[in-house]
């Protein structure tokens, strides 16, 4: 055996220890070492004797492959995984980037709103008010001078453009929801993926291009994959996205296995700032949901049986945002109720 390893066949041990070497560079360096001296001393003082330059000389380079490739494989391996892992923090930058963006949008819009409602209040109490009445007067001129002063501050505070984004919004353009889903899902497993998570995509018929903010779709689709990928996490899984059309609209379906949604947390997961886990923002959802309305689509969430499915629907010529009556101002929720 010993003879046989101070041979060219000893270089067949350069694949094992490479792949020793991408998990264990220390355990690769201490089993090829031995090997690699073995090439220096032959088995007889016969063989020495016999010995020429150009033994040495291969004895030498088997020694240098025999450490130096798994040495080498190693570290290309540490490199691929810095890059993959610095991708995945950019990817999970951008995705907490474009929800707190969006969160602040949302919150900057309540302000407006709620500016507005106060404004129109006061100038309704101006309007209405009785005549003669000294001190109703001057108490209705002071609220007027404080919400003048207040909506002073707030413009200079908000802008002209908070009530709509708080980023400069893209031409809807036509893109491919399957491509694009499978770009995410890629991005999703640099970012918070396991290897024990498997991620799969179906498309059912021949879809069409979808008219929408790509960056957007993209936001909402790597939000509803970390949620199921963190479901999954610590116990394997499977996350399944299946891509379909119907008459008028496109629909992405994202089904994970990892444990269900319980009905007290599924009834306030897309209050903004709730989060079931310790260190989730309580953005992803709430704000993907806020974006794919923005664009006139949806977002649902259900859970049954240790399975939940996040459906993102899209028209597919584009549309108009939709509004919900928890974001309409106090008097047109009045007005509604």
Not at 200 to 222: H, I, K, N, Q, Y
Request: charged content about 20%; hydrophobic content about 50%.
């Amino acid at each position: 055996m010993i003879s046989l390893l101070q041979t060219d066949l000893a270089l067949i041990l350069v694949v094992p220890l490479g792949w020793i070497a991408g998990r264990s560079p220390w355990l690769s360096a201490f089993l090829a070492a031995p090997v690699a001296v073995l090439q220096f001393f032959p088995a007889t003082d016969a063989a020495i004797g016999a010995r020429s330059p150009l033994d040495a000389a291969c004895a030498a380079t088997r020694a240098v492959l025999l450490l130096g490739l798994p040495a080498l494989g190693s570290w290309a391996r540490r490199r691929e995984r810095e890059h993959a892992a610095a991708l995945g923090v950019g990817i999970l930058g951008d995705l907490r980037s474009a929800q707190l963006a969006e969160f602040l949008s949302w919150v900057l819009y309540q302000l407006r709103e709620y500016l507005i409602t106060v404004t129109s209040l006061v100038e309704a109490l101006t309007l209405s008010a009785p005549k003669g009445d000294q001190a109703f007067t001057e108490k209705l001129s002071r609220l007027k001078r404080a919400v003048s002063e207040l909506n002073a501050k707030a413009a200079r505070l908000l802008g002209d453009r908070s009530a709509l984004t708080t980023q400069s919004p893209r031409e809807p353009a036509p893109f491919d929801l399957s491509a694009l889903a499978r770009r995410a899902a890629q991005d999703a497993q640099s970012a918070f993926g396991s290897s024990r998570i498997s991620v799969s995509l179906t498309e059912e018929g021949c879809l069409r291009p979808v008219t929408a903010d790509a960056r957007a779709v993209r936001a909402c689709v790597l939000a509803a994959l970390q949620n199921s990928m963190q479901a999954c996490a610590g116990k394997g899984g499977a996350v399944s996205m299946v891509a379909r059309e119907t008459a008028d609209s496109a629909q992405l379906e994202i089904v994970d296995d990892g444990g269900g949604i319980a009905a007290p947390v599924l009834e306030t997961i897309f209050e903004p700032i709730f989060s079931a886990r310790a260190r989730g923002l309580g953005l992803g959802l709430p704000m993907a949901r806020r974006l794919m309305e923005r664009m006139g689509g949806a977002l649902r969430v259900k859970s049954k049986e240790g399975r939940t499915a996040v459906l993102l629907e899209l028209p597919l010529g584009g549309g108009l945002p939709v509004i919900r009556n928890e974001e309409s101002t106090w008097a047109g929720r009045r007005s509604q109720a």
